[in-house]
Structures are given as structure tokens and as C-alpha cells.
């Protein structure tokens, strides 16, 4: 099969994927599809949004549709990092046997990360990074794909250990989940409160989605557009000669180079998923919010003045 015809069948089973996961999850369109390109560029997301927001239900419902095993971790202030990984343990005939743990799955749903000391958060992070572990000097591949999404409540954050800069930029997006608005509200409250329950169809396999993510790299992008994407971040720097005068009296630090290469790599996705061979600067646009949100630090003056890191953004959009 062609490229080209490989990106039409993405979209029509990208469209089929949504419809299955619209039976179960009402509105939050922009959670839905950036979830969905996370996956299609092999990256972790980091959803935020205070309770009730159906948060879990969205993680585990992708993972039915895309056919793929899902675990989820509740991180607590007693969480090990063995806890998340596995151990060895002596058996009978007393010797080591390694009992993997909750992370050898496809999905994983970290919540509450930001709930479990820096230790813990940094166990997970390597597993991120390197989609391996390494137990009393034995190394374990993850199986593929894997996928974390961690989610953060934006309230409450007594006794929570925020999550360092450095370990924030190994989250692809971070994806605001908004409260829904009337009508979805009424929809929800009826579709949960009766006896009849939503099943949904698993469209993909996980070999089929690992032939998504190199499809995706295939993808060319033109210099223009590149060039824009490498423009756009650096001027989120405020030390930059580039930087506008909103990010110098606003921003503490700006994105680093991996907020350039995830900026295309969603670019790509979601030019593929809308029926485009290349992406052009309006799908680096459309995807610029979620990828810097997290990699921007607001300064005092900033909070004071109630500026958010969204209105920044769109001001140099």
C-alpha cells in the first residue's frame, strides 16, 4: 500500500475511532483528538482538570477502541518506585524471580502524578523515556507501544511535589480538559444514570498503530515550515532576540529544542488525520497550545496580573 493511501485509510478510521468514543465520552472534543495524536506520534500526555471530568473514563475508553492493554497507577505520597516497576522476589527454590509491574502494559494512566515523591515520579520518567526498565541491574523492554498519560488536578495542591521542568517537557501535550457546557452536561447526567451501558468497538490493533507512528515520520514537511515552528519556540525565550516584549516581561524560561521537534511531529499527525500529504504552518498553529503550555514559566508578574500561559501563546501566534 502507498503512503498516500495509507493517510486515506487513516482518516476515515480516525473518524470511525472518534464516533466509537463519542458513545461514551461527551464533548471535550480538543481532549479527544490530542489524545489520539499523542498516539499517533508515539508521545505521553499530561491531562489537566479537576475532578469529575471524566479524565480516567477517556483514557481507559481509547484504550478499548485501540485494542491496547491499559493499566492504571494511583500515585499516593507511599507509592515506591518498585511499586510501579515490579521486583525480585526468592521463590521456592530460592532463586530471584523478577515479578513485573503495572508498567508493562500499552497505556498507562498515571493519576495523580503529581501526588507521589520526586523518587517515584522519576522511576516512571525513565520508562518514559527509554520504554525500558532496569531492576537490580537486569534490563526489561516495555512492550510497544507504550504510552503514559498522567493526569493532574489543577486544585488542591496541598502536599503535592509538582512535577521539575525537565521532567514536564517529556510530556508531548498537556491537554486541559474545560467543563462541559450545558447541553453536554444534560447529556452526561442522562447517559449515566440509567441501566443501560455504552460498549465500544476496538477499531485498531497495537502493530496497526506502531505502522501509524512510521507513517507519520514519513510525512515531508517543507523548510518554511519547519522554520516557523523553529521561530515560534525560540520566541517563547525570554533572552531571545526574537522574544516580543509580552515574553519578556512575562516569562521566566521559554520551550527547548523538544518542543521544536514535537511541534512538527503533531503538525504531521494532524495534518494526516485531517486528509493532507504535508503540513503547513496553520497545523503547527492548531497544535502550538498544548505542546508549549507546559514548557513556558510564567513569572511573578505574570500571576499577579492573572496572565495565562494560553493568552502568551496566542499572542505570538
Not at 486515506?8 to 481532549?31: P, R
Not at 502524578?113 to 541491574?137: C, D, F, H, W, Y
Not at 503550555?293 to 505570538?316: D, M
Request: proline share 5%; hydrophobic share 40%.
Amino acid at each position: 500500500m502507498s503512503d498516500v493511501q495509507a493517510v486515506n485509510d487513516l482518516v476515515v478510521k480516525y473518524n470511525s475511532l472518534k464516533t466509537e468514543i463519542g458513545k461514551i465520552i461527551i464533548g471535550q472534543e480538543g481532549a479527544v483528538n490530542f489524545t489520539l495524536l499523542s498516539f499517533f506520534c508515539g508521545g505521553h500526555s499530561l491531562l489537566i482538570g479537576v475532578p469529575g471530568l471524566a479524565k480516567t473514563l477517556l483514557v481507559n475508553t481509547v484504550s478499548d477502541v485501540l485494542g491496547l492493554k491499559f493499566n492504571r497507577i494511583q500515585f499516593t505520597p507511599d507509592l515506591m518506585p518498585s511499586d510501579i516497576l515490579g521486583s525480585e522476589i526468592l521463590d521456592e527454590n530460592r532463586q530471584f524471580k523478577f515479578i513485573k509491574g503495572p508498567i508493562f502494559s500499552n497505556i498507562i494512566l498515571a493519576d495523580e502524578i503529581n501526588r507521589t515523591p520526586p523518587k517515584t515520579q522519576a522511576a516512571l520518567l525513565e520508562a518514559m523515556q527509554e520504554r525500558s526498565v532496569t531492576i537490580s541491574g537486569n534490563h526489561y523492554k516495555l512492550e510497544l507501544p507504550f504510552f503514559v498519560l498522567a493526569t493532574q488536578n489543577p486544585i488542591e495542591q496541598e502536599g503535592t511535589y509538582p512535577l521539575p521542568e525537565a521532567q514536564l517537557d517529556r510530556f508531548m501535550f498537556s491537554i486541559n480538559l474545560e467543563y462541559p457546557t450545558f447541553k453536554e452536561e444534560v447529556e452526561v447526567v442522562k447517559s449515566t444514570t440509567g441501566n443501560i451501558q455504552q460498549k465500544v468497538s476496538a477499531i485498531f490493533s497495537g502493530d496497526e498503530i506502531i505502522a501509524i507512528q512510521q507513517l507519520i515520520r514519513k510525512i515531508p514537511v517543507t523548510d518554511n515550515v519547519i522554520e516557523y515552528a523553529v521561530g515560534l519556540v525560540g520566541k517563547t525565550r525570554p533572552k531571545s532576540e526574537a522574544a516580543t516584549e509580552m515574553v519578556k516581561s512575562y516569562l521566566d524560561w521559554g520551550a527547548g529544542p523538544r518542543a521544536s521537534q514535537n511541534l512538527i511531529l503533531a503538525a504531521k499527525a494532524y495534518a494526516a488525520v485531517n486528509g493532507k500529504y504535508s503540513p503547513d504552518i496553520e497545523d503547527v498553529k492548531a497544535v502550538a497550545i498544548p505542546i508549549l503550555a507546559h514548557r513556558i514559566v510564567k513569572n511573578y508578574k505574570a500571576e499577579a496580573e492573572g496572565i495565562t500561559v494560553s493568552y502568551i501563546i496566542n499572542s505570538l501566534l
